[in-house]
Antibody, heavy 118, light 111 residues
Framework: EVQLVESGGGLVQPGGSLRLSCAVS????????MCWVRQAPGRGLEWVAS????????YYVDSVKGRFTISRDNAKNSLYLQMNSLRAEDTAVYYC???????????WGRGTLVTVSS | DVVMTQSPLSLPVTLGQPASISCRSS???????????LNWFQQRPGQSPRRLIY???NRASGVPDKFSGSGSGTDFTLQISRVEAEDVGVYYC?????????FGGGTKVEI
């Protein structure tokens, strides 16, 4: 059974940092692109970042460039999103998903909520 | 960045009747490799999104054939042949032809 389980969300003050994790099982993680997609409360979906199989290629939406870093540990079947200099507009549920050519495909996690507020 | 515009924003439907959602992009989604990377996703209330269609018209694994996608260039459509209660939710188009990828704003399908 395929499972993607996000963790690391929570309440953080503006300017603060959080590191999200996504633990993967049920498919060959090291052979898969992965990505993060977020959804602000009551809003639509926004693609955030993607990473290729070995972590050598990374892509970001402009609004998070220089603040967020996507990474992976293929030995641990884990995907990460380091989020620095957080802003109120980063408040959202963050989903990890297996990706095809960088875009989310069939397998998604349930998401983890990040709230940026003082 | 490519802007994806969906219509309508809200789609009241009748059970057993067809439904159609439009998605238009601000520039062509045809990649230099010849493929058009346009996907459709469904998000049921309280659930994570689910991919329905990839590359315009290919149904994802496990997706019933009542869902179909069509279109080319900048103009795309998702059709549901006969709406069932389980189809209620928000539907999103998304392109991955050019970086950065973008989603449409979503279409809420309600009975």
């Amino acid at each position: 059974e395929v499972q993607l389980v996000e963790s690391g969300g929570g309440l953080v003050q503006p300017g603060g940092s959080l590191r999200l994790s996504c633990a993967v099982s049920g498919f060959t993680f090291s052979n898969s692109w992965m990505c993060w997609v977020r959804q602000a409360p009551g809003r639509g979906l926004e693609w955030v970042a993607s990473i290729n199989e070995d972590g050598s290629d990374k892509y970001y939406v402009d609004s998070v460039k220089g603040r967020f870093t996507i990474s992976r540990d293929n030995a641990k079947n884990s995907l990460y999103l380091q989020m620095n200099s957080l802003r109120a507009e980063d408040t959202a549920v963050y989903y990890c998903a297996r990706a095809s050519r960088g875009a989310p495909e069939e397998y998604w996690g349930r998401g983890t909520l990040v709230t940026v507020s003082s | 960045d490519v802007v994806m515009t969906q219509s309508p924003l809200s789609l009241p439907v009748t059970l057993g009747q067809p439904a159609s959602i439009s998605c238009r992009s601000s520039q062509s989604l045809v990649h230099s490799d010849g493929n058009t990377y346009l996907n459709w996703f469904q998000q049921r209330p309280g659930q994570s999104p689910r991919r329905l269609i990839y590359k315009v018209s290919n149904r994802a694994s496990g997706v019933p054939d009542k869902f179909s996608g069509s279109g080319s260039g900048t103009d795309f459509t998702l059709q549901i042949s006969r709406v069932e209660a389980e189809d209620v939710g928000v539907y999103y188009c998304m392109h991955h032809t050019h970086w950065p990828f973008t989603f449409g704003g979503g279409t809420k399908v309600e009975i």
